[in-house]
């Protein structure tokens, strides 16, 4: 059911594919979530080695980095998921997206405790976005490209910017293409 789940979610966020075989075959994100579950599987029988051999594998047919100890809902979507990283004690929610180059990670050498983010349902993360630290992403919410986010973010929210700020709601997206359509036209050079 998994697998199902899976190919659904991507339909349903990619509007791109096809076909079910197509996601199968070509979709790197997905091969590594795939990949990801079997390795998390021996990471809690712990037989770590195997686990983090696998997901060495994986990273070099996909290009997407996903430690086997990390927790990864139902119905997550990797889109382009060339240079992802999801770090160890990360979590991710059921039917998030992720997009390509977004980092999941810590911000040092600490150990013994959560360093990585928590991503809730729903989210979405945009392509470069580096979600840095144990902050939670909340439900819901967006994380603009290439933001830099080291404080948690609510619910419904968007953060945006480096370092990420969340948008005020009057700003999120109807206001902000209301305000671009009032913005002069670039002069004619003819």
């Known amino acids: 059911m998994g697998l199902i789940r899976d190919i ?14 197509e996601i199968i075959l070509t979709y ?4 590594a979530i795939w990949v990801y579950r079997i390795a998390h599987l021996f990471w809690r029988l712990r037989l770590k080695l195997l ?3 696998l997901s060495i594998f994986a990273r070099f047919l996909t290009g997407v980095e996903i430690h086997p100890a990390a927790t990864i809902g139902k119905g997550v979507v ?18 998030v997206l992720i997009y390509h180059n977004v980092t999941l990670g810590g911000t040092g050498n600490e150990r013994g405790h959560k360093r990585h983010p928590t991503v809730c349902t729903g989210a979405m993360i945009a392509a470069g976005a580096q979600i840095l630290g144990n902050i939670r992403v ?6 603009g490209a290439n933001a830099v986010v080291l404080q948690d973010v609510p619910d419904y929210s968007t953060a945006v910017g480096v370092p990420a700020r969340i948008v005020p709601k ?7 293409c209301s305000l671009r359509s009032k913005e002069p036209s670039p002069p004619d050079d003819a």
């Open 78 to 95: 990797i889109d382009h998921g060339t240079g992802v990283v999801i770090g160890e004690t990360a979590r991710v929610g059921d039917d």
């Open 138 to 143: 909340g439900a819901h919410s967006r994380v």
């Open 51 to 53: 686990a983090r051999l």
């Open 28 to 31: 790197n994100g997905m091969q």
């Open 170 to 176: 009057e700003h999120t997206t109807d206001a902000v």
């Open 8 to 21: 659904r979610s991507v339909k349903k966020k990619d509007p791109s594919t096809r076909h079910a075989l």
